[in-house]
């Protein structure tokens, strides 16, 4: 039997544990805003994107459902608010069809001490239903290893590179 273990990603000020047969497939160690995207085995996706707090996070997600109705035809949208852990959340879930498949995505934004974080996720609707435990899993591994903007090393700073 082979065990699987969590693969760890720490990149610009982001910290989180995540599946290992899951991949990396878009980061930019200096990207502004902050942010990471996770690709599964299968259709689901999710990303995470880090603003300064003065962000609001109902305009974040307002943004995400603007953008994807512009991208996708006919696509349901239904306001949601969730909880993980003590931090609430809210945001939106949408559905629309791509291709022959029921994709089921949700955007949900938070606001905490130092910053705002959106996340967006998404998969075929089968599938949602089997990663939805993952997507919160992934969400309160972010919400739990967050650090304020302040102490996040400069990807280009010396004090953030291996010594030679």
């Given at each position: ?90 945001g939106f879930q949408m559905q629309f069809y791509y291709l022959d498949f029921l994709v089921r995505a949700h955007a949900i934004s938070l606001r905490t001490e130092s910053q705002t974080v959106l996340f967006v996720y998404q998969a075929e ?40």
């Amino acid at each position: 039997m082979m065990i699987s273990m969590p693969s760890t990603y720490q990149q610009n000020g982001i910290e989180l544990l995540y599946p290992d047969n899951w991949k990396v497939v878009d980061e930019d160690p200096q990207s502004d805003p902050p942010s990471v995207t996770l690709q599964s085995p299968g259709t689901g996706y999710w990303n995470l994107t880090v603003y300064p707090d003065s962000q609001n996070p109902d305009s974040l997600t307002s943004e995400t459902v603007t953008a994807m109705q512009e991208e996708y035809d006919s696509i349901e949208v239904e306001p949601i608010e969730c909880s993980f852990g003590k931090q609430l959340a809210s945001g939106f879930q949408m559905q629309f069809y791509y291709l022959d498949f029921l994709v089921r995505a949700h955007a949900i934004s938070l606001r905490t001490e130092s910053q705002t974080v959106l996340f967006v996720y998404q998969a075929e609707d089968r599938e949602f239903k089997e990663l939805e435990q993952i997507f919160a899993a992934l969400i309160i591994s972010v919400l739990g290893n967050l650090r304020d903007p302040s102490e996040w090393l400069d990807p280009l700073s010396t004090e953030s590179q291996p010594p030679l």
